[in-house]
């Protein structure tokens, strides 16, 4: 008797300890699921800031290029804007290297042609140019496009693609003088929607006068 009795607490305690090492192992199971699933979230989280503010970067940093090229090309008379195409691109080497230091990034950038449709107009920025301006008609255009390839291996980021389009488009709906005055309708859109507020906007418009100016005035 006292035999079985010893039996049945071997049996138990033996029950009992692989109950607990069951019940030790689904903890140790959830506590793995739950610290890899937030180690996921954070993981996605910060791969999708990492990538956002680098397509946001390389948009910021094509609107400045397509404005300053916008700039010299009305005020000054140099229309070849090679050398500023040049200095865009030393630039845009610069913020590469940067985003390299910051983000532990390896980013090659793209210049491929393409294409704008707009108001039944179609607009080509070469391949290699970076930025394109249409202007001296009725409708003008002033655009840019680059692309990013984006690799940050301790974030899991491998060859993602930041695009970036910039432009501004400007058509001459109608344009009546007299009394003195030039009344101009014009349609605008950009790469950021229609442009319906024209209050803050500063137009200044070029006219040949090469007799007084030498140039546009």
Do not use: C
Not at 127 to 135: N, V
Not at 165 to 190: D, P
């Amino acid at each position: 008797m006292a035999s079985l009795r010893g039996q049945l607490s071997l049996l138990a305690l033996t029950l009992i300890a692989l109950l607990l090492i069951s019940l030790v192992a689904v903890v140790l199971h959830h506590f793995y699921e739950v610290h890899n699933i937030g180690s996921v979230e954070v993981r996605v989280m910060a791969m999708a800031e990492a990538v956002e503010s680098i397509k946001s970067d390389l948009r910021r940093i094509l609107a400045t290029i397509v404005s300053n090229a916008s700039r010299a090309y009305a005020y000054t008379e140099f229309h070849n804007l090679t050398v500023f195409r040049i200095r865009a691109l030393r630039l845009l080497r610069r913020w590469a290297e940067v985003v390299a230091v910051e983000y532990g990034a390896a980013v090659q950038l793209r210049a491929p042609e393409h294409l704008f449709a707009l108001s039944g107009g179609e607009y080509v920025v070469p391949e290699g140019f970076i930025f394109k301006l249409y202007w001296y008609g009725p409708s003008a255009f002033t655009g840019g496009y680059l692309e990013a390839n984006i690799s940050i291996p301790h974030l899991g980021v491998y060859n993602a693609t930041a695009r970036a389009e910039v432009y501004l488009y400007a058509s001459i709906l109608n344009a009546t003088s007299g009394g003195g005055r030039t009344r101009i309708w014009l349609q605008m859109l950009s790469d950021m929607g229609p442009v319906s507020n024209m209050t803050p906007v500063y137009i200044r418009v070029l006219y040949p006068d090469f007799s007084e100016y030498g140039y546009w005035r």
